[in-house]
């Protein structure tokens, strides 16, 4: 089970990192949203939904860099699973919380992504 959430949020990752938004596709929940205080400098919070999120990844809005990621836990009951990243790219270091679901085709879509963004500039 770890494995399976472990190589959902790889692909998470490598797909925001490379643009790909079959592969986001496929690992994020129909209902994902990102939940974000203090989004890219703003103020409050931001809430972006699946479509918008493959957009502005699509768009080159976000995303398209190579980060490194380092799994920092894994808390998993029954069908729900939470998992904290710490992921740094060139410009920005990342603290990311995931929740995960089981969905019906019992796959691990990710259906949250809880982040705080600050930029190395």
Same mark, same amino acid.
């Given at each position: ?21 079959? &592969?986001?596709?496929?690992? &994020? ?84 992504? &809880? ?7």
């Amino acid at each position: 089970m770890t494995d399976k959430i472990k190589q959902t949020i790889i692909d998470f990752v490598k797909g925001g990192d490379t643009s790909d938004v079959v &592969l986001l596709d496929k690992v &994020l929940h129909k209902d994902f949203r990102v939940t974000n205080n203090g989004f890219m400098g703003t103020s409050g919070i931001t809430i972006i939904d699946k479509a918008n999120y493959l957009s502005n990844i699509k768009q080159g809005v976000f995303g398209g860099l190579p980060r490194e990621m380092n799994i920092i836990s894994i808390d998993i009951s029954e069908t729900i699973a939470s998992v904290k990243l710490q992921l740094e790219s060139a410009e920005n270091s990342f603290i990311s919380y995931n929740s995960l679901v089981l969905d019906k085709d019992n796959e691990w879509k990710i259906i949250n992504n &809880l982040a705080v963004v600050q930029s190395k500039k």
